[in-house]
């Protein structure tokens, strides 16, 4: 009996461990009847364009399906341009709760969708793509389908703009206020046609209290005698901004009054008027401006009191004036974000990027990888070329 006993207490625990065994092996089937929508806000309208092919489209984020017991659920972003999803598409799979989309992608959307930016086609530049999203159980299990949104994406016509018409192609600017350049013809400030009789540009101006602080205005380059001075606009009835005065010196030349810094300056012919603004991009780039901030660069250093600033001047295209040092350190940073160290971009992540970075600078190979400058002390035009990954200095 006692034999007996001892034998029917194994088979129970045999049995027991079996059990246990064969409940970590289930498959278990989830409720997935829950609803399941998108809890991301929509914008009204999605502008596309080229330019900001890299940038953030949508980010699209959802609840977690409702499963009764723990069990692996997969969610699918569909797209379809007709709307009944037919034509579904499915752009990722996930087993999070988000997927992000570029414009880049929204782009391709929009043109199998039938759209353009030409105005003189037919094809509308307006349209709608539809979005939705699936979950399912496993492996193509039980599956859920979310209401299908709708986005409406635009892409800005593309229309032909007359050129600007001015007396002169531009106003060179020349003399000791205008940082980079001084009384010489090798680097002269340039303020270009850029609409109708209006002239812009945006440029460094210094107010020299031990000095001149100087400069005058030019219509032919490397051609004194065409200098127009300041008492030459007022006789033309310009109105001319306070930061400006009449040096009294020998020529009647500008003298900049202001705080040392970059402006935006503006010559209207129409409305006869000089004035200064603050920096204002005049091309098409994802950003107004790029910032750098380091030892190799002797107008800023580590420090955000006097960063520089390099403009969109053009596609893509940041550019200006620099003065760089190859002493000390000779390292520094560009910055998407004026103050913010952590829009920082070094050295490898252009390189990584497959920009052809100029022979003066290579890697600093410090704890932030930063650029260094290597070349001959002193200022460089610098261009950063987004469209074709080139960093220059001329």
Do not use: H
Request: glycine share 10%; hydrophobic share 40%; with cysteine.
């Amino acid at each position: 009996m006692k034999k007996l006993s001892i034998l029917g207490l194994f088979i129970f625990a045999l049995l027991s461990f079996n059990s246990c065994e064969t409940e970590d092996d289930v498959v278990f089937i989830a409720n997935n009847n829950s609803d399941l929508v998108f809890t991301n806000s929509f914008q009204a309208e999605y502008v596309l364009t080229p330019q900001t092919a890299n940038n953030l489209g949508e980010r699209f984020t959802w609840n977690s399906a409702d499963v009764a017991v723990p069990t692996n659920v997969s969610y699918e972003l569909q797209k379809s341009i007709i709307g009944d999803f037919t034509d579904g598409e499915v752009i990722a799979t996930t087993s999070g709760n988000e997927i992000a989309i570029t414009i880049g992608d929204m782009l391709g959307y929009a043109a199998q969708a039938g759209l353009d930016a030409d105005s003189e086609t037919e094809a509308p530049n307006t349209g709608q793509v539809y979005f939705r999203l699936r979950s399912f159980v496993g492996d193509n299990g039980e599956e859920n389908f979310s209401p299908s949104s709708a986005l409406t994406v635009v892409l800005p016509e593309e229309t032909t703009v007359s050129p600007a018409v001015c007396d002169f192609d531009q106003y060179y600017m020349v003399g000791a206020g205008v940082k980079f350049t001084g009384w010489d013809w090798a680097t002269p400030q340039e303020a270009k046609c850029s609409g109708t009789n209006v002239y812009t540009v945006n440029v460094d101006l210094v107010n020299n209290v031990d000095g001149d602080g100087n400069f005058r205005f030019f219509t032919v380059a490397t051609d004194w005698s065409s200098g127009v001075n300041y008492p030459g606009f007022i006789a033309d009835g310009y109105t001319i901004d306070p930061m400006f005065e009449d040096a009294m010196d020998g020529d009647n030349n500008f003298l900049f009054t202001g705080p040392s810094g970059k402006y935006f300056l503006t010559i209207d012919a129409l409305n006869k008027t000089i004035t200064l603004d603050a920096p204002t991009a005049q091309g098409t780039c994802d950003l107004d401006q790029l910032w750098a901030v380091g030892a190799g660069l002797p107008d800023a250093g580590w420090d955000w009191g006097t960063p520089v600033q390099l403009m969109c001047e053009g596609n893509g295209v940041y550019e200006g004036w620099v003065n760089y040092t190859a002493d000390g350190d000779a390292n520094f940073r560009f910055f998407t974000t004026a103050t913010d160290w952590s829009s920082g971009q070094n050295f490898p992540f252009f390189a990584d990027d497959g920009y052809v970075i100029d022979s003066n600078f290579e890697d600093a190979m410090d704890g932030d990888n930063n650029f260094r400058f290597t070349g001959t002390t002193g200022q460089y035009y610098t261009i950063i070329d987004t469209v074709n990954k080139t960093i220059t200095l001329q």
